[in-house]
């Protein structure tokens, strides 16, 4: 009979298996699931894996959906390495792309240099004080982080759905739901020509180095550390519990405000209802798989992207629908939450008991 079994440490071996196991099964449960579905497996992981990638426009909008991708993960990290539970990127991010629309729109007769760092500051302040709410409800009012996150993502949402069909409405937009074109001024420079990436991946990386110089070089990343790990150890040593949660929080709003910030004013270039595909929530597992350091969560990122665009194609070559891609990757984190359970216990044989007590009478 098989149980499991506490081990005396944590496994090393399985920290690092871990996703690479879960993204195995994942593979293998999609084999079975473009069978069930009549299409040809191999075909189906084609489309979603390798054509994507086929050349060098399709390596281009890898970069392009990773970096709200990593920018969001990156200030989760902090998050999660003091053990707040920040569900709430997603609201993070709409409402950077929301106030960073509002500017945008609102200096559409300005042409200076300082437009686009006034767009782009002004939806990493707007994500950091959403955030700054929960952060508040949690020191102050003890409220679970997980519930106010993700309520905050709803309002956020639904703002943002008002604005589009009201104030910030484009009236020579023929009755969409959608704001007028920003102005050039406003705009991302391209960061590889005749495409659609832009400077905003620099953005991303470099908020993954800061995320990993913060908690490797500073003692304000050591005190995140410890407060994760053990909150009566912080307080002993005067760690101010409530000035980490703040910053944690305001870190992962701001990054995330800025990816909104970044969506909105690069390939977009206006605010619609769809700015995000789920940007916010996927964040959180590409934390999980990148293991919360810098290096992971940029590999983690990436594949992740990588998920997006196979899903649209998939849509495209194999008439399956939108849903497919949160279902991959609803699966690889089922799996990475699966296998993570083996860090901390093993398989154990058991001989049944009655059989044990029958082999003692004996």
């Known amino acids: 009979m098989l149980s499991l079994e506490r081990r005396a440490t944590d496994s090393r ?8 196991l879960a993204l195995v099964l994942t593979v293998i449960t999609a084999l079975g699931l ?3 579905l009549g299409k040809d497996p191999i075909e189906g992981l084609t489309f979603f894996f390798l054509i994507p990638l086929s050349d060098a426009h399709g390596w281009a909008e ?9 920018l969001c993960a990156a200030g989760l990290t902090i998050c999660y390495r003091a053990k707040l539970w920040n569900i709430g990127a997603e609201g993070h991010f709409l409402m950077g792309a929301l106030w960073a629309s509002v500017v945008a729109l609102q200096l559409t007769e300005h042409g200076g240099f300082w437009v686009l760092p006034a767009v782009l500051l002004a939806g990493a302040i707007a994500g950091a004080l959403w955030a700054w709410i929960a952060a508040v409800l949690k020191t102050h009012f003890h409220c679970n ?16 759905l008002y604005t589009v069909h009201g104030p910030l409405k484009d009236p020579m937009g023929f009755g969409f739901p959608q704001s007028e074109m920003f102005a050039a001024a406003a705009l991302l420079p391209k960061l590889i020509p005749d495409t659609r990436l832009h400077i905003g991946l620099l953005f991303a990386l470099l908020a993954a180095v800061v995320v990993g110089v913060l908690f490797t070089r500073t003692f304000v990343g050591f005190q995140l550390k410890v407060l994760g790990q053990d909150t009566r150890a912080a307080a002993f040593a005067g760690f101010g519990a409530r000035r980490l949660t703040w910053l944690a929080f305001l870190l992962a709003g701001a990054m995330a405000g800025l990816a909104g910030a970044s969506e909105v004013s690069g390939p977009i270039g206006q605010l619609v209802p769809q700015v ?23 590999l983690a990122s990436a594949l992740l992207a990588l998920t997006f665009m196979g899903g649209e194609m998939l849509q495209i070559a194999m008439n399956l629908p939108k849903a497919i891609t949160g279902l991959f990757q609803g699966l690889l984190l089922f799996y990475l939450l699966t296998c993570d359970a083996f860090i901390h216990y093993r398989l154990r044989l058991r001989r049944p008991l009655a059989a044990a007590t029958t082999g003692q009478e004996a």
């Not at 071996?13 to 690479?20: E, F, G, N, T, Y």
């Not at 890898?62 to 990593?70: D, E, F, T």
């Not at 982080?145 to 943002?160: G, S, V």
């Open 145 to 160: 982080e997980i519930l106010t996150t993700i309520m905050l993502n709803y309002i956020a949402l639904n703002l943002l």
């Open 34 to 36: 473009f069978m069930a």
């Open 13 to 20: 071996l399985m920290q690092w298996a871990s996703p690479l």
């Open 62 to 70: 890898l970069g392009l959906k990773m970096a709200p991708l990593l």
């Open 276 to 298: 995000s595909p789920g940007y916010g929530y996927t964040a959180i597992i590409v934390v999980f798989l990148g293991r919360m350091q810098a290096l992971g969560i940029v």
